[in-house]
């Protein structure tokens, strides 16, 4: 079983829209999450981070956590075709010193 | 800054033979990564340092070795070369503590024929 595990996709979702993508993850102990974009040919960029639970907002985007649940989404709001990209879910697992276990990653289309 | 400097961006080997790829970061980070990355199956770890001196394997490390030259330096190498090698390998830094997440380098796409 994948520790981290997200929809493979594609999302597709109308310009202007809130895209929602989902990760769970195995480990009830793991305590940092991130979210990167990796647009086609290119390498995973960081754009969010997120430790407690609850909401954490960065302009357009908003990561919610929710460690009883073992889930992390990330939000997108008024989606632009530039969104276009997969979005990865990265995890530290377990509260040890460990390295970030990724999963396969979400295909986000937006549509103009 | 550049940040994450990966050589080469792309490389075609015949099966069998070796080569090396190149790492070298300028934020001063204490770990650093290499990931393999095939349609399908994500980003997976091969090697990791989490600091100078120090190397661990990750989920898939047979077929390759790495070595860190220095705190800025961390190379990776495969001896005998397979089609199964077939790859985009990507570099990564840290600051060590892994609570900021890790900066990547631009990647470099093997073929192995």
């Known amino acids: 079983q994948k520790e981290v595990e997200q929809n493979s996709g594609p999302l597709s979702v109308p310009e202007g829209a809130i895209a929602s993508l989902n990760c769970t993850y195995s480990?009830?102990?793991?305590?940092?999450f991130f979210w990167y974009r990796q647009y086609s040919g290119k390498s995973p960029e960081l754009i969010m981070s997120?430790?407690?639970?609850g909401d954490k907002e960065d302009g357009r985007f908003t990561a919610q956590l929710n460690k009883a649940s073992q889930y992390v989404s990330l939000l997108i709001r008024d989606s632009q075709p530039s969104d276009s990209a997969t979005y990865l879910c990265?995890?530290?697992?377990?509260?040890?010193?460990?390295?970030?276990?990724f999963g396969k990653g979400t295909r986000l289309s937006v549509i103009a | 800054n550049a940040g994450v400097t990966q050589t080469p961006k792309f490389q075609v080997l015949k099966t069998g033979q070796s080569m090396t790829l190149q790492c070298a970061q300028d934020?001063?980070?204490?770990?650093m990564y290499w990931y393999r990355q095939d349609p399908g199956m994500g980003l997976r770890l091969i090697y990791y340092?989490?600091?100078?001196?120090?190397?661990d394997k990750g989920e898939v490390p047979n077929g390759y070795n790495v070595s860190r030259l220095n705190k800025r330096e961390f190379s990776l190498r495969l001896e005998s070369a397979a089609p199964s090698q077939t790859s985009v390998y990507f570099c990564?830094?840290?600051?060590?503590?892994?609570?900021?997440?890790?900066?990547f380098g631009s990647g470099t796409r093997l073929t192995v024929v």
């Open positions: 990564a830094s840290g600051m060590g503590q892994d609570y900021y997440g890790y900066t």
């Open positions: 480990d009830r102990g793991s305590q940092s």
């Open positions: 997120i430790y407690s639970n």
């Open positions: 990265a995890v530290i697992l377990n509260s040890g010193n460990t390295p970030l276990v």
């Open positions: 934020m001063n980070h204490n770990s």
């Open positions: 340092s989490a600091s100078e001196g120090t190397t």
